[in-house]
C-alpha cells in the first residue's frame, strides 16, 4: 500500500511538473500581442535612453508574442520582472555619473522616424529579428553618418548572427563588422573593465561577444555601434533587483551599459 501510494504521487508531480511545463511555453510562444507604449518625456536636453522600434520578422513574437523590440521593455511579471531595464541602467547613470537624466520615463523611436535625431544614443534588442525597409535603412545610415550611437543586443548564434549583418551591410556595403578586444576605449570610458569574458545565465551557443563597426573601417575612428553578440547585457539590468541575476553579473552588465552611454555621448 505504501509504495503504491508514492508510486502515485511521483507520477502526479511528474505530470503535474510537465503540465507547468507546457504551460509556461503556452506563454513564451502565444500569438503576437500589441506592445504598449508609455509616454516619453518631454524634450528639455535632458538624457532620455532611447529604444528602437522596428519591425519583427516571423519567430520573433516568441517571448510572450511581444515583438523583438520590446523584449526587456513591457515586463513580465510571470518571470519575476517588474520594471524595465532601461529604467534600472537609467537609475544607475544617475547614481554614478554627473549626467542630467530623465527618470521620469523612457523614449520608443522607430527606426524611419526624423524624431530618431533627438537622440544621439539608442539602443536595440534581438537584433536577429530586425526587419528595415529601405526608408528604415536610409534614416539609419544618416543618423549613424551624423554622429548618432546604436547599442544592439540580445541575440545570439546560429540563426541569428546573419540577418543582423545583411542589414548592416544594406547601411553601409563598404564596411566590415569586427569583433572587438578588451583594448578598445569604449571599455574604458568610464570603468575599467577587465575582461570580456561575460558569463551567461544560459546557454546561447558560444561564448558573448563583442562587435563594432567603423568608418571606413578605420579602427582610429570612433565606433558607430556596439553589438552584444551571444549575449543579453540588458537582461541583467532588469534582472538585477530580482535576486535570479547573480550580483557580480549585474555589476559587470551595468558597467557595460554606463561605458556604452558615455562613449556614445562623447565620441
Known amino acids: 500500500?505504501?509504495?503504491?501510494?508514492?508510486?502515485?504521487?511521483?507520477?502526479?508531480?511528474?505530470?503535474?511538473?510537465?503540465?507547468g511545463v507546457f504551460a509556461q511555453r503556452r506563454g513564451w510562444f502565444r500569438g503576437p500581442v500589441d506592445a504598449p507604449i508609455d509616454k516619453a518625456p518631454p524634450y528639455d536636453g535632458k538624457f532620455t535612453f532611447a529604444r528602437l522600434k522596428f519591425s519583427t520578422s516571423p519567430g520573433g513574437?516568441?517571448?510572450?508574442?511581444?515583438?523583438?523590440?520590446?523584449?526587456?521593455?513591457?515586463?513580465?511579471?510571470?518571470?519575476?520582472?517588474?520594471?524595465?531595464?532601461?529604467?534600472?541602467?537609467?537609475?544607475?547613470?544617475?547614481?554614478?555619473?554627473?549626467?542630467?537624466?530623465?527618470l521620469d520615463g523612457t523614449k520608443v523611436v522607430d527606426v524611419g522616424d526624423p524624431e530618431l535625431?533627438?537622440?544621439?544614443?539608442?539602443?536595440?534588442?534581438?537584433?536577429?529579428?530586425?526587419?528595415?525597409?529601405?526608408?528604415?535603412?536610409?534614416?539609419?545610415?544618416?543618423?549613424?553618418?551624423k554622429g548618432g550611437f546604436i547599442i544592439f543586443d540580445d541575440f545570439r548564434a546560429p540563426n541569428d548572427w546573419e540577418p543582423f549583418a545583411e542589414n548592416m551591410r544594406r547601411i553601409f556595403p563598404n564596411e566590415q563588422l569586427v569583433q572587438l578586444d578588451i583594448n578598445h576605449p569604449i571599455f574604458h570610458?568610464?570603468?575599467?573593465?577587465?575582461?570580456?569574458?561575460?558569463?551567461?545565465?544560459?546557454?546561447r551557443g558560444g561564448p558573448a561577444q563583442f562587435w563594432g563597426l567603423f568608418p571606413n573601417n578605420d579602427h582610429s575612428k570612433p565606433l558607430?555601434?556596439?553589438?552584444?553578440?551571444?549575449?543579453?547585457?540588458?537582461?541583467?539590468w532588469q534582472w538585477s533587483d530580482t535576486g535570479f541575476a547573480p550580483v557580480d553579473l549585474s555589476n559587470e552588465a551595468y558597467k557595460l551599459?554606463?561605458?556604452?552611454?558615455?562613449?556614445?555621448l562623447t565620441h
Open 1 to 19: 500500500m505504501r509504495r503504491s501510494i508514492v508510486a502515485g504521487l511521483t507520477l502526479f508531480l511528474v505530470v503535474a511538473s510537465a503540465a
Open 61 to 102: 513574437y516568441y517571448y510572450y508574442g511581444l515583438p523583438a523590440w520590446a523584449h526587456g521593455y513591457v515586463p513580465i511579471p510571470q518571470r519575476g520582472e517588474n520594471s524595465r531595464s532601461e529604467d534600472d541602467l537609467s537609475k544607475i547613470l544617475k547614481a554614478v555619473t554627473d549626467m542630467n537624466i530623465h
Open 117 to 145: 535625431f533627438e537622440y544621439p544614443v539608442t539602443y536595440a534588442t534581438e537584433a536577429g529579428f530586425m526587419e528595415l525597409s529601405d526608408k528604415d535603412v536610409a534614416n539609419l545610415r544618416d543618423y549613424l553618418l
Open 189 to 203: 570610458s568610464f570603468f575599467d573593465i577587465k575582461t570580456l569574458d561575460f558569463q551567461q545565465a544560459y546557454d
Open 224 to 236: 558607430r555601434l556596439i553589438a552584444n553578440f551571444n549575449n543579453d547585457v540588458s537582461q541583467y
Open 257 to 264: 551599459g554606463v561605458n556604452y552611454i558615455i562613449y556614445g
